[in-house]
């Protein structure tokens, strides 16, 4: 078993890591504190192909794997979470479940200027009356000729107002539940479709975060995605391979909290000497470490196993775990090791602390993970 990645990850690794730092970092703290989504470098990601990380070459995608795309949204991430969020939700949501289960025509149609980054994409399964419990949601879609006639809302939708692409639930048969849910790809042009309040939020305050609001919003019957009923068993398929990118995205913040606690643990001095001259400083800082190695095994062993076809949804759900928790912790010891000065926002940890709990609630709680897992070994036994 080899664990090294190859020349062309480490080639991808530098490529990431050298704009997070030169181009993301100067600017994280003021796009954090104005909670302004940073378009300039969301186009300049286009430019790079890590808005297509997994597409195709004739689609205007990178044709990289789902390591490739790991190592780049932890690379981001480790600098600016809120950025790593949107590399992780574009690629591994909108323009994956386009690409996964459209129709030819409709990839050729939405999937280019997605992966090209002209346009940003959201996706919109979460209500405000479903989150986990997906299957509750209120949305409707009928069909009245060519087109279906949507009515609802989603809330908490990652690109909601800068996305100009969205691919939307909603029940076109609510007597069949789960299995009455469709989806479709929505524009922003179309009548009908609005977008509501922006969210005010603890962390990843530069992720664009809004609710849309769809009133008799009329969509075209050929962007319906697949077919009638196959919508939430698409999302659950779309969200295993999502988690994969949260999970990247939370060893990159344990590997910041990690980076930033090892710095300031060797420069600041108690009682005349460094406080990692300390042995409870150290021990803090060699358990980070191997939780944030364990963590990365872990959501390297899930992407290849997807690159590899094969059943990937456990060591999905066991890597976006563990992970996000770990992460969780690794801000919290980091904060603790910086003292008061890791309660400012002088300091990066501070963002990090925000930031870092997002990972435990998007794409499926730490509660759902569990259940996930529980189930699988239940029935292997």
């Given at each position: 078993m080899d664990f090294n990645l190859t020349e062309n990850n480490l080639e991808i690794q530098k490529l990431a890591r050298d704009f997070a730092q030169n181009r993301i970092a100067p600017t994280v703290m003021q796009f954090d504190e104005f909670s302004e989504f940073p378009m300039a470098l969301a186009k300049?990601?286009?430019?790079?192909?890590?808005?297509?990380?997994?597409f195709p070459e004739e689609l205007e995608g990178s044709n990289l794997t789902t390591v490739d795309y790991a190592i780049i949204v932890e690379?981001?991430?480790?600098?600016?979470?809120?950025?790593?969020?949107?590399?992780?939700?574009?690629?591994?949501?909108c323009t994956n479940h386009i690409y996964t289960f459209s129709s030819d025509e409709l990839k050729k149609k939405y999937v280019p200027d997605l992966a090209s980054g002209r346009k940003l994409g959201a996706?919109?399964?979460?209500?405000?009356?479903?989150?986990?419990?997906?299957?509750?949601?209120?949305?409707?879609?009928?069909?009245?000729?060519?087109?279906?006639?949507?009515?609802?809302?989603?809330?908490?939708?990652?690109?909601?107002?800068v996305g100009e692409?969205?691919?939307?639930?909603?029940?076109?048969?609510?007597?069949?539940?789960?299995?009455?849910?469709?989806?479709?790809?929505?524009?922003?042009?179309?009548?009908?479709f609005s977008v509501g309040k922006k969210e005010n939020k603890l962390g990843m305050r530069s992720?664009?975060?809004?609710?849309?609001?769809?009133?008799?919003?009329?969509?075209?019957?050929?962007n319906l995605i697949g077919k009638e009923g196959e919508g939430f068993k698409q999302c659950m398929q779309i969200l295993d391979g999502g988690r994969i990118s949260i999970a990247a995205l939370s060893v990159g913040i344990a590997q910041a909290a990690l980076d930033h606690s090892i710095k300031y643990s060797k420069q600041r001095k108690q009682?005349?000497?460094?406080?990692?001259?300390?042995?409870?400083?150290?021990?803090?800082?060699?358990?980070?470490?191997?939780?944030?190695?364990?963590?990365?095994?872990?959501t390297l062993k899930a992407a290849v196993m997807k690159d590899e076809g094969k059943d990937f949804k456990f060591?999905?759900?066991?890597?976006?775990?563990?992970?996000?928790?770990?992460?969780?912790?690794?801000?919290?010891?980091?904060?603790?090791?910086?003292?008061?000065?890791?309660?400012?926002?002088?300091?990066?940890?501070?963002?990090?602390?925000?930031?870092?709990?997002?990972?435990?609630?998007?794409e499926?709680?730490?509660?759902?993970?569990?259940?996930?897992?529980?189930?699988?070994?239940?029935d292997m036994y």
């Open positions: 300049e990601l286009g430019d790079m192909g890590f808005l297509g990380i997994m690379e981001i991430s480790r600098v600016d979470p809120s950025l790593g969020l949107t590399v992780a939700s574009h690629n591994g949501l996706w919109g399964l979460t209500e405000n009356v479903s989150g986990s419990d997906a299957a509750g949601m209120l949305t409707t879609a009928v069909k009245q000729g060519d087109n279906y006639i949507i009515n609802g809302s989603k809330s908490f939708i990652t690109q909601g107002g692409t969205a691919v939307v639930t909603a029940y076109t048969d609510k007597s069949k539940g789960s299995k009455g849910i469709s989806a479709f790809i929505l524009e922003k042009s179309f009548a009908g992720s664009d975060t809004c609710e849309l609001i769809f009133d008799n919003c009329m969509v075209p019957a050929s009682f005349g000497k460094p406080l990692a001259d300390f042995q409870g400083i150290q021990f803090k800082i060699a358990d980070m470490a191997t939780e944030v190695e364990a963590a990365r095994l872990l060591a999905a759900s066991l890597a976006k775990y563990y992970a996000s928790e770990i992460a969780t912790k690794a801000t919290n010891e980091a904060i603790q090791i910086h003292g008061g000065y890791g309660f400012i926002k002088e300091f990066p940890v501070e963002k990090l602390y925000r930031d870092v709990k997002l990972t435990t609630i998007g499926g709680t730490s509660e759902v993970q569990k259940m996930i897992m529980a189930r699988q070994l239940v």
